[in-house]
């Protein structure tokens, strides 16, 4: 039986996924000389694939013989200081920038280092166009909903993907080889703008999301771990992005290039900085970028402590570091922090180690700051030794012989598409299906109505970041194709007035069922655009009301946004039987859905995530906030049924604490029992237990499901301060309709049940934890005891 739910799903994937091959274009001709070759590196009129191609040091007069940084005998340490030692100041300096000028004197060539791949190659920053023979690549949704699957196998795919399809381009010169991408800032207010770009607001998730993409961007396959990480093979360079606290684009007259983010140790630890130190540490990413805003009064790019000492030191990052663009000249004139000149912004650049500049500032002030005695050539030398380090991996000397021969007949492939097709379906959320409205059923719908702003969406859909997709199929198309449609705009996203409301309500009278897609768009929602209240912006509020009110058939809600809006009215209205979360076309939300009065509640600079009592601000997050929601973090409904059993092995746990160890205290509720050892500090601890379990997921239901099993923990319940839970792991599974599957999970103890108290120790607290798993009505939960005692002969 066709079912017309089914189709929706894949009416939203298709649009998104980009899915047919682009038509070979006209302009490409095939290459008939080696002359005419498209390529990433012009010299001399001719194209070549690498730096150290003989023939092109012969165009330049030079014999690449005599180039030590060429020799691949040598270690690319050696390489990379031969190269370094060959450039005068000046030239050093010309290579400090984003689009870094090369040197012909030393067969250098010019390397633009912008290019970006959020959700596919896009056409942002200097490097990457499309055109001629690459019309477009591979779009994947954007990032939110992608990480509404929390399948973490797919999120390591889709960056696979998109290397391979970057390394292509790479080939025909059409991008570069360093991807300033993911952006993984945590989603810490439902105001902001580029909540999109992101995965959620749960920076396990966030940290996850990130670890996966990175290696599919970066991993050569067989060499994920060699014995140096310095020297790692890349497949393209990946960038974790913006470091740090940077959740805040403009909000009623604050913006990010003034905003200084009052941010407690605790939250930093707990929230700010989980994502990245994942990325770093798990992902082993090449590099980082830092933010726009400032931290507790300094800006991040200029913050040695936070920074480097942070990132390289702490973490220990193997790669370069790179700021935003423009944000040295932010920092002057936004910030103006410390009435600095150009020269000291620079001068505390390079202090706090950042190796590359995108904007002008290195390029321009370094000179004058050198001859100031402000910055030393040595400090030069470092961060263009870590910046060439990074283009020793990727190949960009020598070529690749793994990466070299793809083409154009790499992009854009149907594998490839059917990816980004199977990230949209297993990224929509289900968020209402009463009576279960859908599937809806094609034996017995003949007609629909579809109507509202984003029902004839083309580009909505891909959000921004973006690149040119192979190809668009708006649910007006998709629709189309299956089933009679009256299409009605009724309104656009704005809708200024009710005036085609009318005509949309007349469609719904007479079609078997109503669909409507509703939703925001980057006009609203964006780079430098705050949202300042939640709701469906002008009348489509009113256009859902008045056309669920007269639709003859059952109608279906479809939300087409990256932030979360408030739309309560449509969850309680009994005429909207279902409603779909797209964001921008079963997944789970990885955001919480506020209520529009939460924005009134909480001004969007306040940084804690915990709530302020004294000003009567409520907390952030599913962790923090324990205020009614629409719809709570982790929810997403499916069209079956599904019930857990839990196995468990060991679930008491007990740690000697040596008798001089210091137990830092946490706060209990009036009363409680307070144990003499409260909290151990996880560092202090052999925590090399794992706590074990099984999840049985049984399908109850009558179709087959795709179904992400939630893992959470919860402190004990004395504690205050504490997290109301906290998300610890997650697995997809596939269940087929009356089978089961087990879930297994090996999760280290000290990750599980860590919590961050106020002074920001990560801490195991005694006492009874608990692990819940799944959501609210469904969930199962067992405790997990832990005695801390201390050692009295130690
Ligand atoms: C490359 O380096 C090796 C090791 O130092 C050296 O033996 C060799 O002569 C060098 N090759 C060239 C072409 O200079
Ligand atoms: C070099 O490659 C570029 C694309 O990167 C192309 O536009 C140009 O025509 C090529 N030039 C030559 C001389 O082959
Ligand atoms: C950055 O940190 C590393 C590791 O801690 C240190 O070796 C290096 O000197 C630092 N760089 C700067 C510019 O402070
Ligand atoms: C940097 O130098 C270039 C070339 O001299 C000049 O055009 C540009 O305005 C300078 N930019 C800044 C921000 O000083
Ligand atoms: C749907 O959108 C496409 C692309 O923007 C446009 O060409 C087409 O005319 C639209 N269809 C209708 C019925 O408005
Ligand atoms: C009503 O909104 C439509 C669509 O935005 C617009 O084209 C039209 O001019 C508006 N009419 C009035 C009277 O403002
Ligand atoms: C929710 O949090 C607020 C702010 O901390 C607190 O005043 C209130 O008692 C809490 N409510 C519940 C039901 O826990
Ligand atoms: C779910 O599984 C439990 C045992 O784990 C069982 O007791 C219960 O009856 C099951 N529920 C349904 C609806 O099958
Ligand atoms: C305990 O509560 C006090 C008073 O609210 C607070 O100052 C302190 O930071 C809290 N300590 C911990 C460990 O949370
Ligand atoms: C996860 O995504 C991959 C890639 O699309 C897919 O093959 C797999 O079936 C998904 N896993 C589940 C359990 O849905
Ligand atoms: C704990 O689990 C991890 C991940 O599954 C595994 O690699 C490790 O060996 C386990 N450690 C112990 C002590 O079982």
Not at 526 to 538: N, S
Request: glycine letters at 8%; one cysteine or more.
């Amino acid at each position: 039986m066709a079912r017309l739910g089914l189709l929706l799903l894949c009416v939203a994937c298709v649009f998104l996924a980009s899915s047919a091959r682009p038509n070979p274009s006209p302009v490409y001709s095939q290459p008939s000389a080696s002359t005419s070759k498209p390529g990433p590196i012009l010299t001399n009129g001719r194209n070549y694939t690498y730096v150290c191609d003989r023939e092109r040091f012969a165009s330049l007069s030079l014999n690449v013989d005599d180039f030590g940084y060429c020799n691949k005998s040598l270690s690319f340490a050696e390489r990379v200081a031969d190269l370094v030692g060959r450039m005068t100041l000046a030239e050093k300096i010309g290579q400090l920038g984003d689009m870094a000028l090369g040197s012909d004197r030393i067969g250098l060539p010019p390397y633009n280092w912008w290019s970006e791949a959020l959700h596919g190659v896009s056409f942002v920053g200097h490097a990457t166009y499309f055109g001629d023979i690459v019309p477009g690549a591979t779009s994947f949704p954007v990032v939110i909903l992608s990480a509404a699957t929390f399948n973490e196998s797919l999120w390591k795919k889709m960056g696979e993907v998109v290397s391979t399809e970057a390394r292509a381009m790479y080939n025909l010169g059409h991008t570069g080889l360093t991807f300033w991408s993911p952006n993984i800032n945590v989603v810490r207010d439902p105001r902001w703008g580029r909540t999109m770009e992101t995965p959620g607001e749960d920076p396990l998730t966030v940290g996850i999301y990130a670890k996966n993409y990175v290696r599919g961007l970066q991993d050569v396959e067989g060499q994920e771990v060699t014995a140096d990480l310095n020297t790692r093979p890349l497949k393209v360079s990946s960038c974790c992005k913006h470091y740090a606290a940077y959740d805040l684009e403009s909000w009623l007259g604050v913006d990010r290039v003034h905003f200084d983010a009052r941010v407690t140790e605790q939250d930093m630890v707990e929230t700010f900085l989980r994502p990245f130190e994942i990325c770093v540490k798990e992902g082993d990413v090449s590099s980082v970028m830092c933010s726009f805003n400032r931290v507790n009064g300094i800006p991040v790019c200029t913050d040695p402590k936070l920074f480097n000492q942070t990132i390289r030191g702490d973490w220990g990052l193997h790669g370069y570091i790179v700021s935003d663009c423009d944000s040295l000249e932010v920092i002057k004139d936004d910030h103006k922090w410390l009435g600095d000149t150009e020269e000291d912004v620079v001068a505390q650049a390079f202090n706090a180690g950042l190796d590359l500049d995108c904007g002008i500032y290195y390029t321009n002030f370094t000179g004058p700051a050198v001859a100031q005695g402000r910055v030393r050539e040595s400090s030069i030398d470092n961060a263009l030794t870590n910046n060439y380090m990074v283009l020793m991996r990727v190949g960009y000397f020598d070529g690749s012989n793994l990466y070299d021969s793809l083409g154009t007949k790499d992009i854009c492939t149907d594998e490839n598409m059917e990816l980004a097709a199977d990230a949209a379906r297993q990224g929509l959320v289900l968020l209402k299906n009463e009576n279960n409205v859908l599937p809806l059923s094609l034996e017995k719908i003949k007609t629909i109505a579809l109507v509202g702003p984003h029902a004839n969406a083309t580009d909505v859909m891909i959000g921004n970041y973006e690149g040119v997709p192979c190809r668009f199929s708006s649910p007006l198309d998709a629709f189309s194709q299956e089933v009679k449609v009256n299409y009605q705009l009724g309104c656009d996203v704005h809708c200024k007035n009710e005036s085609l409301i009318f005509s949309a309500m007349e469609a719904a009278k007479n079609a078997d069922a109503t669909l409507i897609f509703v939703g925001l768009d980057l006009s609203v929602e964006a780079e430098w655009i705050d949202r300042t209240d939640l709701l469906l912006p002008g009348y489509q509020t009113q256009l859902i009301r008045q056309v669920a009110d007269v639709s003859k058939g059952p109608v279906v809600l479809v939300v087409l946004s990256g932030g979360v809006v408030d739309i309560e009215f449509a969850e309680s209205n009994p005429k909207v039987g279902a409603i779909i979360w797209a964001g921008y076309p079963g997944g789970r939300s990885p955001l919480t859905w506020y209520q529009t009065s939460y924005v009134d509640s909480i001004p969007m600079t306040s940084m804690k995530l915990r709530p302020i009592d004294e000003l009567g601000y409520p907390g952030r997050t599913y962790k923090f906030f324990n205020g009614s929601t629409i719809y709570p973090f982790g929810h997403g409904l499916s069209y079956t049924t599904y019930n857990y059993t839990v196995r468990t092995s060991a679930n008491h746990f007990s740690f000697k604490i040596p008798s001089g160890r210091y137990c830092p205290p946490v706060n209990y509720t009036d009363g409680a029992y307070v144990p003499p050892c409260p909290s151990a500090v996880v560092d202090f601890l052999p925590c090399s237990d794992n706590l074990s379990f099984e999840v049985e997921v049984a399908n109850i239901g009558n179709m087959d499901g795709g179904h992400v099993v939630m893992v959470y923990s919860k402190a004990p319940d004395t504690i205050l301060g504490a997290p109301s839970k906290q998300v610890v792991a997650f697995q997809r599974v596939y269940v087929p309709a009356g089978k089961s599957t087990v879930a297994k999970f090996d999760l280290n103890l000290c990750k599980v049940f860590g919590i961050v108290e106020s002074s920001a120790n990560i801490v195991l607290p005694a006492g009874q934890n608990t692990v819940i798993i799944g959501n609210s009505d469904t969930s199962v939960s067992f405790p997990v005891q832990i005695d801390l005692e201390y050692e009295l002969y130690a």
